[in-house]
T-cell receptor
């Protein structure tokens, strides 16, 4: 299977920017996704980026994609306590429809 | 528009029993996916159904099975339950199975094996 890696933990102060990183292995991946999981809930789709894009911005969220290094990042501007959650990146290779998820990064926002 | 709904929210079973988990996809979605999220682990892909057929299967034993009904809802069945089956089981749906459409998740069923 594919290998999608994320760091496990990140702590930031309220109001600062958060950057969550992800590396993936399948260069044929056409779509890359970011999901948010709050305690006791399922995964909420935050945003996704096509592999022919370098950057996508959506309000406080900025996704950067470096295809050469197979590196994806999610930047959250002005991080709030409500942003505390686990963030998963996922890739969808061009073959078939299976998603491969990272292990998730637990973001803690300190008031 | 209603999201993906799963039932029950919680399920408590004992070793050796059988569990049935249910999922209703977003209206118009034909693909349903099942994932297992065990404590401390990421999401492990279980099964993918599209148009009533099993399209792909993750690395799980045959006692994990399921089906998709004509209305695109789905069931996940786990037979001969073992302690390590305790996990959050997540269902997701997407518009169709071959075009990398985003998957939308339900809130999951938490299965506890005593």
């Amino acid at each position: 299977g594919e290998d999608v890696e994320q760091s496990l933990f990140l702590s930031v102060r309220e109001g600062d920017s958060s950057v969550i990183n992800c590396t993936y292995t399948d260069s044929s991946s056409t779509y890359l996704y970011w999901y948010k999981q709050e305690p006791g809930a399922g995964l909420q789709l935050l945003t996704y980026i096509f592999s022919n894009m370098d950057m996508k911005q959506d309000q406080r969220l900025t996704v950067l994609l470096n295809k050469k290094d197979k590196h994806l990042s999610l930047r959250i501007a002005d991080t709030q306590t409500g942003d505390s959650a686990i963030y998963f990146c996922a890739e969808s290779p061009n073959t078939g429809n299976q998603f491969y998820f990272g292990t998730g990064t637990s973001l803690t926002v300190i008031p | 528009e209603a999201g993906v709904t799963q039932s029950p929210t919680h399920l408590i079973k004992t070793r050796g029993q059988q569990a049935t988990l249910r999922c209703s996809p977003i209206s118009g979605h034909t693909s349903v996916y099942w994932y297992q999220q065990a404590l401390g682990l990421g999401l492990q892909f279980l099964l993918w159904y599209d148009e009533g057929e099993e399209r792909n299967r993750g690395n799980f034993p045959p006692r994990f099975s399921g089906r998709q009904f004509p209305n695109y809802s789905s069931e996940l069945n786990v037979n001969a339950l073992e302690l390590e089956d305790s996990a959050l089981y997540l269902c997701a749906s997407s518009l169709e199975g071959v075009s990398n459409q985003p998957q939308h998740f339900g809130d999951g069923t938490r299965l506890s094996i005593l």
